[in-house]
């Protein structure tokens, strides 16, 4: 089975799509984010999207991270897209709880423990989402400009392979 964690007016072919309210037909679930544990079993999907919907989350990132890799199994895949923290988009909507760099995932594959993430698994991409400006300044240079400047960047998509 695979999730589409708040789909919102997106839903997805071959997922269970869900939101905070059901505010559609394609919504097939409804459930707070905030309040853990997810209504789901252990081990239960082989796929999870979440796009633009984590930063609205008002718990700890670990403990999202922690209940999205209790409820996958071994070798799933989790896509998260997530606003980039050098952005006005990051910061204009008071509803968004975190804002993210390219490190967020870097535990991972880090020696260092971080003991409140239980996640372990692979980062197999990470891929910057340029805005208009950023498009604009050549690739080789977007990175160290977007720590100083803002809006070279406006989102960044990471794809996670589970280990358990």
């Known amino acids: 089975m695979k999730l ?3 789909c919102g007016n997106k839903p997805e072919k071959g997922y269970i799509n869900h939101d905070i309210i059901k505010h559609s ?3 097939d679930v409804s459930f707070n984010l905030n309040k853990i544990p997810y209504p789901y079993k252990d081990n ?3 796929k999870i999207k979440a796009i633009n919907v984590l930063e609205h989350v008002e718990l700890p990132f670990y403990k999202i991270m922690n209940e999205l890799y209790r409820i996958v199994k071994d070798k799933a895949i989790i896509e998260i897209t997530l606003p980039y923290y050098n ?3 990051a910061h204009s909507i008071d509803h968004y709880n975190h804002n993210f760099t390219f490190e967020i995932f870097n535990f991972l594959s880090d020696k260092i423990n971080y003991h409140k ?3 372990k698994g692979n980062l197999l991409e990470v891929k910057p989402k340029p805005t208009r400006l950023g498009k604009i300044i050549p690739k080789i240079f977007r990175l160290k400009l977007s720590l100083i400047f803002g809006e070279i960047y406006n989102q960044i998509y990471f794809k996670i392979e589970v280990e358990k």
């Open 25 to 27: 037909d394609f919504v």
């Open 87 to 89: 952005s006005t988009s």
């Open 44 to 46: 239960t999907f082989c």
């Open 4 to 6: 589409n964690i708040g």
């Open 117 to 119: 993430f239980n996640i």
